[in-house]
């Protein structure tokens, strides 16, 4: 919420017992009023990233997983918080960090050496033709086998942050995690599709125990 945004929201609170009769006790609107007027939590600040690896990394996470009208991005999920939680985590291996800043390096110097800038600074036509010579394994040339490793290894990376998140289980209708008053089996589509039906699921194969 912006400055402007917040102290509209104040005017519209301190301006609402007047417009209609509230029940409200004074502790009840003086924790309202602090959440209306309390400052903006803090941009994070990254750990292992140096700030232009950040907005690198952020970048080509939001081409992996752009936002689209069921859910937000990559980085509307906190996908490059959760990398670089796990990079600057002790236990993480000097490889994967060295083959995550190679390869954000790797993207910057395809850019300077196509466009004469960086990735970031390129024109988004400009990156797309970066990422379409690494993003299919099968189609890359040779030549461009170091982008392809670390394309393939940040897009998992990307999407195991991306759908752990709560944001991304609710983008594939995860419905774990939720009590089952009752269990009345597996769903009939799922059971066609597999070509099993429910009483095959019942027969028991009696067990012969010896003697």
């Given at each position: 919420?912006?400055?402007?945004?917040r102290?509209?929201?104040?005017?519209?609170?301190?301006?609402?017992?007047?417009?209609?009769?509230?029940?409200?006790?004074?502790?009840?609107?003086?924790?309202?009023?602090?959440?209306?007027?309390?400052?903006?939590?803090?941009?994070?600040?990254?750990?292992?990233?140096?700030?232009?690896?950040?907005?690198?990394?952020?970048?080509?996470?939001?081409?992996?997983?752009?936002?689209?009208?069921?859910?937000?991005?990559?980085?509307?999920?906190?996908?490059?918080?959760?990398?670089?939680?796990?990079?600057?985590?002790?236990?993480?291996?000097?490889?994967?960090?060295?083959?995550?800043?190679?390869g954000?390096?790797?993207?910057?110097?395809?850019?300077?050496?196509?466009?004469g800038?960086?990735?970031?600074?390129?024109?988004?036509?400009?990156?797309?033709?970066?990422?379409?010579?690494?993003?299919?394994?099968?189609?890359?040339?040779?030549?461009?086998?170091?982008?392809?490793?670390?394309?393939?290894?940040?897009?998992?990376?990307?999407?195991?942050?991306?759908?752990?998140?709560?944001?991304?289980?609710?983008?594939?209708?995860?419905?774990?995690?939720?009590?089952?008053?009752?269990?009345?089996?597996?769903?009939?589509?799922?059971?066609?599709?597999?070509?099993?039906?429910?009483?095959?699921?019942?027969?028991?194969?009696?067990?012969?125990?010896?003697?």
């Amino acid at each position: 919420m912006s400055d402007m945004d917040r102290r509209d929201a104040v005017k519209r609170l301190a301006l609402l017992p007047l417009a209609f009769s509230w029940d409200l006790t004074a502790p009840q609107m003086e924790r309202a009023a602090r959440v209306f007027t309390a400052p903006p939590a803090p941009a994070y600040v990254p750990k292992f990233f140096t700030a232009h690896e950040w907005r690198t990394a952020s970048m080509l996470a939001d081409y992996i997983i752009p936002k689209d009208e069921k859910s937000g991005s990559a980085t509307d999920a906190k996908v490059p918080e959760y990398m670089d939680w796990l990079l600057n985590d002790k236990e993480a291996s000097l490889n994967s960090k060295i083959q995550m800043r190679g390869g954000l390096a790797w993207l910057d110097l395809q850019a300077s050496e196509r466009f004469g800038t960086t990735f970031i600074k390129a024109t988004d036509a400009q990156r797309r033709q970066i990422l379409d010579d690494i993003a299919w394994p099968k189609k890359a040339k040779p030549e461009f086998s170091q982008g392809v490793s670390f394309f393939n290894r940040f897009r998992d990376l990307t999407a195991s942050g991306f759908y752990s998140s709560e944001m991304g289980y609710k983008d594939v209708n995860f419905v774990g995690n939720v009590a089952l008053p009752k269990w009345e089996g597996c769903p009939t589509s799922a059971m066609e599709k597999l070509g099993v039906s429910h009483d095959l699921m019942k027969t028991r194969v009696p067990v012969q125990r010896s003697s």
